[in-house]
């Protein structure tokens, strides 16, 4: 069985299991797995050829919404908004 790129983020987000990740949709597009990371997740991922100081603007340009720490998705703002919420509640 040839193996599938599964977003790990998504795992670890949505909680899945291993018997679920077959319902998921999959793609061993790289571009499309780079694409899907930066704006599912607000993660940062260097293109081939592009400069870490590039990649910075073109992900800051294409998601300025990953500025605020209150609309970020990236993994450490979301754990911190998590954590924030279960302290007030």
């Not at 930066?38 to 592009?50: L, M």
Request: hydrophobic share 25%.
């Amino acid at each position: 069985m040839p193996s599938r790129w599964v977003c790990r983020y998504c795992i670890a987000t949505h909680g899945l299991k291993g018997s679920e990740l077959a319902s998921w949709p999959a793609s061993d597009d790289r571009e499309a797995q780079c694409e899907h990371i930066e704006s599912e997740h607000h993660i940062p991922v260097r293109r081939e050829g592009e400069s870490d100081p590039e990649c910075r603007a073109r992900f800051r340009r294409e998601y300025p919404e990953a500025e605020d720490p209150a609309t970020c998705k990236c993994p450490e703002c979301s754990m911190k908004r998590r954590r924030a919420e279960r302290a007030i509640s």
